[in-house]
């Protein structure tokens, strides 16, 4: 706490009134004739100090009453003490000695010894309140040292200190030796030696003891020098270190400006994002509209589909009848086949009876060619339906193509809009996993329709290879009967009753083929419906999808906005 207290001592205003003392004592500092200085005008300005002293620091005003005290002291030794010499030196040494001896042939030698007794004294009580006075001053130095040393950092203040206390101790050493040297100088011109000898002595000792402490001082003093040095360099080095945090500064300063701008920018592209969220929210509301909508229709469509299924169990079970009806009709035929050979064998002898029919049963033939003509009129006719229904399919297929890719390409536009909107809800977060789990609902619903539909595949291809058997039993039947009617032209005027009993089962068995193609054209239009449900239902979830990823990247631009405004708020506070 002490080091601190002088810290804020040295730092407050110590420099600048020992700047006062330095130029007065410069300007008041005046050589006489013998090299010496007079400090009257410095003690004057130190007693003159001691008025203005209410404007100090406490700290301040000590040290200015102790060097005052210093200086006082001093003045009064240095003036008795030049006095002295100038007394002395107005006298040559040959005159001394002269004056010496006139005044010794004159006088009695006990008055001189008495006389050069008292000077002595003088001069030694002298010399005592010299060393005192140094004594007295250099613990002010060594304090003054000490509270140098404690502090982190010398101040301008104190090496002003350093360098008076350092002319100081200069001056009182200078006048300390030239006194040691008039002692010297007394000494030997004195008659008692020996009574003075062992004071000499003492004085001697003392002065080689202030001596060695004056070399121990100037030692610390070079070494507080070199520790100024130190800390001029480390000044220098913060000089350097205050401009370049006065560079960081302007460096900061631009920064600040820079994000300003970016502050006010992402302001209005905040408001952007707040009317761009405000669609967004209805259109949330709308597209949460339509995933009602949509689960009605998947309950419809699931209530379609069982419907759909008993129908088709129930026709698969018809279809099966049928075929066994089918397949004892054959049989029949095969058996009624049997026996008109026979009948054809006991015709054939029969046969020149009816030779005279043949024209007529010629007659016959071409009506029934004529027939079979017209049969394959209808069937080219009904293949160009089939063909004009195939291209209203291809049409139709390329209709939705169309649309597929027109709503690709909208989607892609809402993708782009979507990656410009970079914000994010916290409200919407439940949302989205309740609509997550009910994606994973329709995902499993369509796999169960698309399993379902692969069955009713499945059952189709069945019902197809079923009708192709078919086909391929009455293409044999035809073929039999054709080879029947063709080997046996003679033979139809008999078989004509018979012949028109087979082609109404025929037409029965074709009726019967047709209601069982109408029925697959039936079925697979079901197909159609339930795939078209299915794409439909696919494209339901895929804007599902959409929408979710449209919604993470507006979840993102929240987080986005959100930050900006902790930017916002970071630049405030660093700005006030």
Request: overall charge negative; hydrophobic content about 35%.
């Amino acid at each position: 706490m002490e080091s601190k207290e002088e810290m804020s001592y040295l730092a407050s205003g110590e420099a600048e009134n020992f700047c006062c003392i330095i130029q007065s004592c410069d300007s008041s500092f005046v050589k006489d004739h013998f090299g010496t200085e007079s400090s009257n005008q410095l003690g004057k300005y130190l007693l003159n100090e001691s008025i203005d002293k209410s404007d100090m620091h406490p700290a301040e005003s000590e040290e200015v009453e102790s060097l005052k005290e210093n200086w006082i002291s001093n003045n009064r030794f240095m003036n008795k003490h030049w006095n002295r010499m100038l007394s002395l030196k107005e006298k040559p040494q040959n005159s001394t000695l002269e004056e010496s001896l006139s005044t010794s042939e004159t006088k009695w030698p006990w008055e001189d010894a008495m006389k050069d007794k008292v000077a002595f004294q003088e001069m030694f009580h002298e010399a005592e309140l010299a060393v005192k006075s140094a004594e007295m001053f250099l613990p002010s130095f060594k304090e003054s040292l000490v509270r140098i040393t404690k502090a982190c950092c010398i101040s301008a203040s104190d090496e002003i200190t350093i360098s008076m206390q350092e002319d100081l101790l200069i001056n009182e050493l200078e006048a300390i030796q030239k006194m040691k040297e008039l002692l010297s100088w007394l000494l030997r011109s004195s008659k008692e030696k020996e009574i003075v000898s062992k004071e000499t002595k003492d004085l001697d000792q003392s002065l080689s003891e202030s001596k060695m402490d004056i070399e121990s001082l100037r030692n610390e003093v070079i070494q507080k020098e070199k520790h100024i040095l130190d800390l001029s360099v480390q000044l220098q080095q913060e000089k350097a270190n205050v401009q370049k945090t006065y560079r960081h500064s302007e460096a900061i300063q631009t920064v600040q400006i820079h994000l300003q701008s970016q502050v006010e920018k992402k302001e209005e592209e905040n408001n952007q994002l707040r009317a761009k969220f405000q669609t967004m929210e209805k259109n949330i509301a709308e597209w949460k509209r339509q995933v009602g909508e949509y689960k009605q229709n998947i309950l419809a469509e699931k209530k379609r589909k069982v419907e759909r299924r008993n129908a088709l169990k129930r026709a698969v079970v018809v279809q099966k009848q049928r075929a066994e009806n089918m397949k004892v009709v054959v049989e029949n035929l095969f058996s009624k086949i049997k026996e008109k050979e026979i009948q054809l064998s006991e015709v054939f002898s029969a046969s020149n009876i009816w030779k005279s029919h043949h024209e007529i049963i010629i007659e016959e033939k071409i009506k029934l060619e004529v027939q079979v003509e017209t049969l394959k009129k209808q069937t080219t006719d009904l293949v160009m339906d089939l063909s004009r229904i195939e291209e209203d399919e291809r049409k139709s297929v390329n209709k939705i193509i169309q649309k597929i890719n027109f709503v690709a390409s909208e989607n892609k536009k809402i993708s782009t809009e979507n990656s410009r909107l970079k914000a994010s809800l916290a409200d919407l977060e439940a949302n989205f996993i309740t609509e997550e789990a009910e994606l994973e609902n329709l995902h499993k619903q369509v796999h169960q329709q698309e399993e379902l539909v692969e069955q009713y595949k499945i059952e189709v291809a069945k019902l197809e290879v079923k009708a192709e058997e078919m086909r391929t039993r009455y293409e044999k039947i035809m073929h039999d009967s054709r080879t029947i009617t063709e080997g046996r032209d003679l033979e139809r005027d008999a078989m004509k009753s018979q012949t028109e009993a087979h082609q109404k089962e025929v037409e029965y068995a074709r009726g019967l083929q047709k209601a069982a193609e109408e029925k697959l054209q039936k079925d697979q239009g079901s197909l159609l419906s339930c795939q078209k449900s299915c794409v439909e239902k696919s494209k339901a979830i895929r804007e599902l999808q959409a929408q979710i990823n449209h919604s993470d990247e507006f979840l993102k631009q929240l987080s986005l906005e959100e930050e900006n405004y902790n930017i916002q708020l970071k630049y405030e506070e660093v700005k006030s």
